[in-house]
């Protein structure tokens, strides 16, 4: 099976412009989460969407949004970016069913640049 | 978060012998992931635990999980140069898939 899938990998914005990331979870996962890792702040989690709908939300400012397609295939984007939006940011996919809990695998990521 | 403490920050192992990174939570832990982490790529899952008591291992990794549920070990045995890296533990503190993570453990091995 295919890993996780982000696009594009490295990515350089100016300051007010928006952007656009997106991420291709495995096959037959159909949670997708995303999360932002600084050195300053570590990693943390943004969203969570799970059949087209988000089902857990973080600390970000609305600037960050995201929603997820019918494949599960997801897309963040951040608008009116600031400098402090530097970061990698990651995407993971579970496998969900019922209440159990399954492991989660992250993609390898999006660098993002904003100068 | 400080509400998940990794430690040590750091150590240096010489090839060959055996580590120990600790993950302590100050909450009740509903699920503990362990991860590794090459500098500025994506997480490499390693393993989930769940129950307290739990132990799992892959290779020469195991990782417990305390009955009490606050605190996780991951213990490497014989270290190699391929297990240098940053080793992250993720806690699920409800029954969903938000997880917060520690500031993580940076491996050094050397030869």
């Known amino acids: 099976k295919a890993g996780v899938t982000q696009t594009p990998r490295y990515l350089i914005k100016t300051r007010g412009q928006q952007v656009t990331l997106s991420c291709s979870p495995i096959?037959?996962?159909?949670?997708v989460s995303w999360y932002q890792q600084t050195p300053g702040q570590g990693l943390q989690f943004l969203f969570e969407?799970?059949?087209?709908?988000?089902?857990n939300k973080g600390n970000f400012p609305g600037r960050f949004s995201g929603r997820q397609f019918s494949n599960s295939r997801s897309e963040m984007n951040v608008s009116t970016l600031e400098l402090g939006d530097s970061a990698l940011y990651l995407c993971?996919?579970?496998?969900?069913?019922?209440?159990?809990?399954?492991?989660?695998?992250f993609g390898p990521g999006t660098r993002l640049t904003v100068t | 978060s400080q509400e998940l403490e990794q430690s040590p920050q750091s150590l240096i192992v010489q090839e060959g012998k055996n580590l120990t990174i600790n993950c302590t939570s100050s909450?009740?832990?509903?699920?503990l992931y362990w991860y590794k982490q090459k500098y500025g790529e994506g997480l490499i899952f390693l393993m989930m635990?769940?129950?307290?008591?739990e132990e799992k291992s892959h290779e020469k990794i195991t990782a417990k999980l305390d009955e009490k549920k606050q605190q996780s070990s991951l213990h490497i045995t014989a270290s190699q140069p391929s297990h240098a890296g940053i080793y992250l533990c993720?806690?699920?503190?409800?029954?969903?898939?938000?997880?917060?993570f520690g500031a993580g453990t940076t491996v050094t091995v050397r030869a």
């Open positions: 993971a996919s579970s496998f969900t069913m019922g209440t159990g809990r399954y492991e989660q695998y």
């Open positions: 096959s037959g996962h159909r949670s």
């Open positions: 969407y799970f059949s087209e709908t988000q089902r």
């Open positions: 909450k009740t832990l509903y699920g």
């Open positions: 635990l769940q129950k307290g008591g």
């Open positions: 993720g806690a699920a503190r409800s029954n969903d898939y938000k997880l917060s």
